[in-house]
Structures are given as C-alpha cells and as structure tokens.
C-alpha cells in the first residue's frame, strides 16, 4: 500500500480567508471579510461561537443572571457575524497548519481548509501557578470557574476566587449570577496597583461602564476584593474542603504568618492569561516575548500582518489585551486582508483604533505587574506538571542535572511532555525549576499536531 | 596579582548524550575516585539523539561479533538497573512481526541466527501471537519472539547514569550548556580544551558528540570522521492508548535498519528514504511509533510524508492504534557510521584523544558496552570484547 499516494479520504473546503478561534477578534475579522465580499471560514474549538469572554451560555440556561455591557457588544457582534455570510465550524481542533493551509479534526473526520490568507485568533490561555492543593477536585482556574458560573454548572456552593489581574472581577460576577456564595475574592496585586488601574478604566468608555457593573455587582452581594492577599494552598479529602489564604507582600511572596484557614467547596485560580502561539509558531511567525502582555506573542506589523506575509493575528494571542483589543485588531486585520486581496486601501482609522486601544490595554495591564514571588507558593511536593504527575523538586533536580533550559528540564523529569505539551505549566516551569522566580520561559518548540488528535486523522489528511 | 587559575581535570569527555554519559559511568567505576572528570554538553544532558530516540534495547544476531557485543551490553544494562534503576526498565522482550508471505520466511531465518549463538527464540502461529497481543491484527499470518530484549527511558538511564558515576567518584563533575569551542596541543599531543565557560587544561578528550562528532575533530584539523546524520521521525501517543505490550518490529527492520544504505549518506538531498514500523509501549501506557531513515544533513523538519507512511503500517498491524491520539511527533538524527560500526578508541593522529561515536540506531542498546570498551582501553587494562572492529584507527588507513 503507498499512502503517499493516496490523497487522504478527508474532505477539504476552499475559501478566500481561513480564520482560527471565534472569539471577539475572529468574530468582528471574520463579519468584516464576509461583509466585503470574500469567502470565509471560521474554525473554533468550543461547541458555539463567542471564545472565552462572549461565549454563548448553553440555551439550557439561558438568562442566568444578568450580563455585564460589553456582552451586548458581543451579542451584536455575534448577530453580525450570524448575518454576514461567513461560515462557522465548531468543536473543532485545527492540529496542523502551513501558509494557505489549516487541517482540522471534527468528531471522528478529517479536513483541510485551503485558503489565500490565514488568520490567527486562538486567543489565551489562564496563566496557572502552582500552589498546594491545586490538583484536587474543585479547584479550577478562574476561566473554567467563569464559563461554569455561566452556563449555571458551577460545582460547589462556597467559592474562593483567587489570583490577579481584572479577569477576576468577571469570574466573581458570574459566580455570583449562578447564585454561589463568592466566600472570599483576592487580588495577588497590592492595593496600589489597583488604585493605579482606575484612571485607565475611568478614561475609557467601555472599560469604565464595565467595571462599575462589577463593583455593583461585587457591592450588591458585600464582596470583597482584598488586595495583597493569595491562595497559599488547598486541602481536602477527596475533593477541597479548606482553603489557607493569606498576606503575600509587593512581589507576590507568601507571607506565611498571616495564613488562615477558610471553608469553601470550590475555588477558581487565575494569575493573568498566556497567549495561545502554537499555531503561529508552526507557521514559522516570528514572536516575541512582552512580560506585561503575557510571556511570548506573536509579532505584527501596522495591520496585523505576522512575518510570514500570508498570515495575520489579532486579538490575545498578539499579546493579552481584553475583548476590546481584539474586536479592534480583529477589524483592522480584515481590512489588511481586504487590501491584499482586493485592492481596498485600509481605513487609517480602524489603525488608529487598534492602536489606542492596545495603548489602553497596556496601561491597566501594567497595573498588575507579574509577581515573580508567586513561586514560593509551591512546596517541594507539590505536583507541577499535571499531566506527567511531576513534582516540584524533581524538576529541581532535572535543572540541576541536565540544565537549566526548558527542553532539559522537560528531558530531565518529562514535565511538559503530556497531551497540555506545556501549556498548563510552561509558562511557569523553568522559574520554578531554576528557582529563578520572574525568569522568562524559553520559547517552547511546537511540533504537528499543535492539540492531539486521532492517529486516524493524520492518516485521512488531506494532502496538499 | 594572582595567574588566573585554569581548572585542569584528568579527563573530559565532549558530549552528553547515552554514550556520554556511559563512558563516564565506566569511566568512574575503572579509575581511582580521585580522578577528575568533567563531562560537557553545548545543551541539556540528553538533550540531542538521546533525548529525541525510542529506547529498545536490542540483540542483532546477524554475526557473532555484533550478537556479542549487543547481548553484552543488554548484560550492563541489566546490571544497571540493579545497581540504580530509576529508568523505566521493562523486559518486554521483542516480537518481529511478519505481513507478506516473505517475511514469514525470514521467521525461521532470524530465530537460526538466535539459536546458532546459542540463544532462543520462538516462532508464533497466529492463535499464540494473539495470545501474547490481543491487540494485533487477527489476520497476521505469525511472529518471531525473543525473549531476551527490553525498553528504557534513555533520558532517564542518562540521569541513572550519571547519579551512579558522581556516587563512586565524588570527582565527576557534569557542565551543561558549555559547548567545546576549541582545543590546545602541544605537538601531536592535546593538552586542554576551550568550552563557553573557559579552558580546562587535559590530557585526554573523550569525543562523545554523536553527529557533531566530525565537528570536534575538524577543530583538531583531523580528516572528516565517516558520521553522517541519519534523520528519524517518531509520534508519540496519549497515556493507557497503546493497544501493545511488547517492544514490535516488523522483520524487515533488521534488514532495512542494519543492511547498507541504499544510499550516498553525505548527500544532503535526494534521499527519498524509508521506513519500516517499530512500535514501543511506554510506561504511562502511550505507545512511541517509528521507525524512518532518511538522509538530509542536520534538518530536523518533520517528514510528513514518511511520518503517514509509518503510521499506516503500525495501524496495519495494530488497528487499535487508530483512535490513540496522537500527543507529539518529533525528529532525531542518528549518527550513521559508514561501515555501519560504532567508532571506539583512541584516535592515533592526536594523543590524548579518543572517539565514542558513530552507533546509528542503537547508540542505547550499545552505550553500556562502548562506555566501559572505551573506560578499560583509557586505563589501560584488558578490554573484555575484541575493540579491533571498532577501533576508529581502522578509517585512516
Ligand atoms: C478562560 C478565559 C476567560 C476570560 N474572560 C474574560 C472576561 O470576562 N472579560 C474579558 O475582557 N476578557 C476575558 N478573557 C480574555 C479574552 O480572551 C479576551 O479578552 C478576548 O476574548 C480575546 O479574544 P480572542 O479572539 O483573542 O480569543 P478568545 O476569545 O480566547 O477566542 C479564541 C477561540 O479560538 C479557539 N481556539 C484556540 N485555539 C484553537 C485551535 N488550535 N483549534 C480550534 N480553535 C481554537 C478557542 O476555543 C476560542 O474559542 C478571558 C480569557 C480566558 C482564557
Ligand atoms: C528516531 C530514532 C530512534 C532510535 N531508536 C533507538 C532504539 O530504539 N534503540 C537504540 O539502541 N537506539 C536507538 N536510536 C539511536 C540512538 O538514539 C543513538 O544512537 C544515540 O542516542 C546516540 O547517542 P550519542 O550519545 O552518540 O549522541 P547524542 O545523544 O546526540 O549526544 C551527543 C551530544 O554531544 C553534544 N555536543 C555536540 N557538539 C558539542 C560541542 N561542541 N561541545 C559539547 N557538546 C557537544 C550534543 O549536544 C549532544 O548532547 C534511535 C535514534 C533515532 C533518531
């Protein structure tokens, strides 16, 4: 048999623009290209369209609790993109991906988008630090705590919400939207910072609307968010039961004799978001590391353009930014897309929007700057890498043996090795490991397939 | 003021990978704890082939000499775990595995080659192939068992390795990411060597950089050392997806892994390559899906196309592996020798420098027996296999 030969019995669809992730940025990118007349498909992992912040709550809850402003921005962004021509696959993992070429796994088959122009919205990840306790049942990052808190699923009824950055603030409302108790809300960042974020939030439209509906919100419900305190650690038999929090001072480092323990049956942590470049990176763009926007983003020029000139990004995975970012970059780069393909010159102002609102994302993100003393949190046996069940101190002595790198770290002690590939604890591995806290990940290398997928898959790609 | 001190050890040995660090292993088990040895490595421990390789430990019982040398080093690798463990150690022994009807000739051929060096070896109908694999294909016309082989986690025998070595020998010391940039000789004679972290003076180098060992050699004006890149791709599956619980190989693989290369190997374009299936269970119940060869220089591009290929054929004998997701695939160069023979021993032309390279794709089932050939020729005691098909000297002529 030569399967070279073979063309692989997946199917492929042609289109103008082959767009990944139908959060805000893909969303308002893929409404923009179809509006001006080319053909576009959407390619996004979760089961609707609206990516991490305007997903859609299952129609089962429909109307739990009431949304914050900028979701009727993403509702009519989400109508406008129903309208506009452009078609949506979902549930689906894109695994592997070349210049004018994203393969695609839905259910149990095989696709190929082939396409003129590619672009990039995979968004996120939640940033996640390990701490003891972080493994056991009920405990999730602050993004899952959200989207169940949602979609009305949260599972448990006392819930501490602990991290930093302003993703906590929606994680909160939603919990409280679902109708569980929020126990207690903690900011890793000093009071200061947060003093520092408002003239930011107050100057901006959107961002200030939004953040009132959440202090009323937080208000009307008599929660707190206290400042310069942290999750020390979780414990519990089968599933968490306790929580310690305490003090940590202006680094992020646990101030130990201020712990206290607190009952609660479900927490959600979340320090920050990691954009999401694997794709990029398969694709040979060129990236680069920005602390204040998350670790490693992609690169782009004035109109999203990455350094491989067929593909463009938008949204977090060019560095973490917020919905409004995305919306803006999303535009701006179907307007680029527009002028490749058909000539149509940029409107100078959606540039100018993208521009000012990645200006404003900047200045709160600087806010809360990364709090490298995080990293005492974790003892010697707390697991790592989850996937691999790798604890702390064995990937001190991977360092120390085989060397300081995130590949001989990961050779050492496997961490990184799993199905996540690194992505849950990457970002945070070679600090830990070194005893380096704030130390910058190394690029991690990507390989096909960027998420896993069925040997069967690979085997029906089409080829081309 | 004071000279600037210049560290100085008795030996250093150029290069990290399996072989690297077995010489050292050997090396600190043969001479008295006092001596100094520092190993380097330009990256990670383990960071190169043998990080990026299947970990099979094989007997090739095609001639005597090669049965002894590899059932040898099963030996060593066997006496390491006892000694140390902490790799991953499985005696799955192997399963060759027959599809066309030619191959089912080969059956009897490889289980005479076993017997003929006083091993055994046991051909499988198809019920007691399904018996042992639940897993394969009902419709496989049969196998060939040896008992004798086993898997590792070559990053962690490394690891193992070397724990061992800084046990016996306090004076071991291990430097990663601290490249040879250069040598010092005085004459014909080497007297130390540059790294990214300063010089070391010494009298003696082992080269231990599998397919940059040509490299460290060309640094010392040497004639190129015959090792060419020999590129393999390999998927690795989900943990609890393997459908197999022995080491498999189709039994063409000897043919096809240890027959000449049908190819020019210094070309860097041009090899379409080949591949035939290997198939290895893993601890964590994934399962790691070989084997290609190709020739094409240091690229470490996956090769889609012969990546499909092999999985195909895995798929051929073990349909259940169609629905294991596949979590990562990755390419690794093998240092090809052009005889086909590791290089092992002192390299005449520059006293002082010695050569463990060259081993292709079984640099881990061989690395205990080079490591201690190599330690028992530096000290100067009987070696305890024939070095002479091995000894490197054999290219100058
Ligand atoms: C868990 C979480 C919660 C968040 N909550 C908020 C919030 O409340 N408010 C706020 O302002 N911001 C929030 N954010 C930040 C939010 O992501 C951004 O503000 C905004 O949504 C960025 O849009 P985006 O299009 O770049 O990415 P996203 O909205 O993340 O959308 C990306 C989409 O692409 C899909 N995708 C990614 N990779 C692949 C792949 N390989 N194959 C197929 N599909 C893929 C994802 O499933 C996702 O649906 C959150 C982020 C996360 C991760
Ligand atoms: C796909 C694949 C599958 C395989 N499967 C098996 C198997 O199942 N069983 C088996 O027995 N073998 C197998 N092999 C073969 C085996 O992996 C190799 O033979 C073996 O790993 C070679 O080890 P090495 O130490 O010589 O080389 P390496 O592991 O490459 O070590 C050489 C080291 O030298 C370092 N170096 C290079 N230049 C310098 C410098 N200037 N200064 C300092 N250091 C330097 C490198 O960084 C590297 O770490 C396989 C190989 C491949 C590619």
Not at chain 1, 416 to 439: E, F, T, Y
Not at chain 2, 82 to 93: A, H, L, M, V
Not at chain 2, 191 to 208: C, D, E, K, Y
Not at chain 2, 264 to 290: E, F, K, S, Y
Request: proline content about 8%; some cysteine.
């Amino acid at each position: 048999m030569n399967a070279a030969a073979d063309p692989g019995a997946g199917r492929v669809l042609d289109a103008d623009v082959g767009v990944v992730g139908a959060g805000p940025a893909g969303l308002a990118a893929a409404g923009s290209l179809a509006r001006a007349g080319l053909s576009v498909v959407v390619l996004d992992e979760g089961q609707r369209a609206g990516g991490q912040i305007f997903r859609q709550p299952s129609p089962r809850v429909a109307g739990c609790g009431a949304a914050p402003p900028s979701h009727r921005r993403g509702r009519g962004l989400l109508a406008a993109f129903a309208q506009s021509g452009a078609r949506l696959c979902s549930g689906v993992t894109v695994w592997d991906a070349r210049p004018g070429r994203l393969w695609f796994e839905q259910a149990a088959e095989s696709w190929l988008v082939r396409c003129e122009r590619v672009l990039l919205a995979p968004g996120a990840y939640d940033r996640s630090i390990p701490f003891p306790g972080w493994t056991l049942p009920g405990v999730v990052t602050a993004g899952a705590l959200q989207i169940m808190g949602r979609a009305g699923v949260v599972p448990g009824k006392r819930a501490l919400v602990a991290g930093s950055g302003p993703l906590l603030l929606p994680t909160v409302a939603a919990l409280l939207g679902a109708g569980v108790q929020v126990v207690a809300a903690l900011e890793a960042s000093p009071r200061s910072s947060a003093w520092r974020a408002l003239p930011g939030l107050l100057g901006h439209g959107g961002r200030r609307a939004e953040a009132f509906w959440y202090l009323r919100k937080l208000l009307g419900a008599r929660v707190r968010l206290r400042s310069g305190w942290t999750l020390f650690g979780c414990e519990g038999e089968d599933r968490v039961q306790r929580a310690l929090i305490g003090k940590v001072d202006a680094e992020g480092r646990p101030r130990r004799d201020t712990a206290r323990s607190i009952e609660v049956d479900v927490v959600g942590a979340g320090f920050g978001l990691v954009p999401s470049i694997e794709l990029g990176l398969l694709l040979g763009c060129r990236s680069r590391c920005d602390p204040r926007r998350g670790g490693h983003c992609l690169d782009v020029d004035g109109e999203q353009r990455t350094s491989v000139p067929t593909v463009f990004a938008a949204g977090e995975v060019c560095g973490i930014g917020g919905a409004e970012v995305a919306i803006a970059e999303g535009e701006l780069a179907a307007a680029a897309i527009v002028k490749d393909l058909r000539g149509v010159p940029v409107p100078p102002a959606l540039a100018v929007a993208a521009a000012r609102e990645r200006r404003a994302a900047d200045r709160l993100l600087g806010c809360f700057p990364p709090l490298p003393g995080l990293c005492d949190l974790a003892t010697a046996d707390t697991i790592v890498c989850r996937c691999e069940d790798v604890r702390l101190e064995q990937t001190r002595a991977a360092a120390a043996l085989h060397g300081r790198s995130l590949r001989a770290i990961k050779v050492g002690c496997r961490a990184g090795m799993g199905p996540c590939q690194g992505r849950i604890c990457g970002p945070s591995l070679q600090a830990l490991a070194n005893g380096l806290p704030g130390q910058p990940a190394d690029l991690p290398v990507v390989q096909v397939p960027v998420k896993p997928v069925r040997v069967q898959t690979v085997l029906d790609a089409p080829r081309g | 003021m004071a000279a600037p001190m210049v560290e100085t050890a008795d030996l250093v040995v150029a290069g990290g990978g399996i072989v690297g660090c077995a010489v050292v292993h050997h090396l600190a088990q043969l001479l008295p704890p006092q001596t100094r040895i520092v190993l380097l490595d330009r990256g990670p421990i383990a960071g190169a082939t043998s990080g990026s390789c299947m970990g099979h430990l094989m007997v090739t019982p095609d001639t005597p000499q090669e049965y002894a040398f590899t059932a040898t080093s099963l030996a060593l690798w066997r006496e390491l775990q006892q000694q140390e463990g902490g790799f991953d150690y499985q005696p799955t022994g192997a399963l060759y595995l027959a599809d066309a009807p030619e191959d089912v000739e080969l059956l009897p051929v490889l289980q005479r080659q076993f017997r003929d060096n006083g091993d055994r070896a046991d051909i499988l109908d198809p019920a007691q192939l399904r018996e042992l694999e639940p897993g394969l294909a009902p419709d496989l016309p049969g196998a060939l068992f040896y008992p004798g082989d086993g898997v590792v986690l070559p990053m962690a025998a490394c690891a193992s390795m070397l724990r061992h070595a800084q046990r016996t020998n306090p004076n071991v010391q291990v430097r990663p990411d601290c490249a040879v940039t250069g040598f010092a000789t005085d004459g014909d004679r080497l007297t130390g060597v540059r790294t990214a972290q300063g010089p070391i003076a010494t009298g003696s180098v082992v080269n231990t950089a599998g397919v940059w060992a040509p490299e460290l050699t060309a640094m010392l004006r040497q004639p190129p050392l015959p090792i060419h890149p020999r590129a393999g791709n390999l998927v690795v599956t989900g943990h609890h997806s393997t459908p197999i619980k022995t080491q498999l190989l189709e039994v063409s693989y000897l043919r096809f892994a240890h027959g000449a290369a049908q190819v020019d190997p210094t070309r860097t374009t041009g090899d379409p390559g080949g591949h035939a299936v290997n198939m290895q269970p893993q601890t964590h119940g994934g399962c790691l899906i070989g084997s290609t060869r190709q020739f094409r220089g240091l690229d470490r591009t996956l090769n889609r196309d012969l990546v499909l290929r092999s999985l195909a054929r895995a798929c051929r004998y073990a349909p259940g592996l169609r629905h294991a997701p596949i979590v990562r695939t990755w390419v690794g160069l093998r240092p090809y020798s052009v005889d086909k023979h590791p290089l092992i021993g002192p390299w005449p032309p520059v006293r002082g420098l010695w050569i463990a390279a060259g081993h292709e794709g079984l640099g881990i089932s061989l690395a205990p027996v080079t490591g201690r050939l190599i330690a028992q020729q530096i000290a100067g005691v009987p070696t305890a296999v024939d070095a002479t098909p091995y000894l490197p000297a054999r290219f100058l002529r």
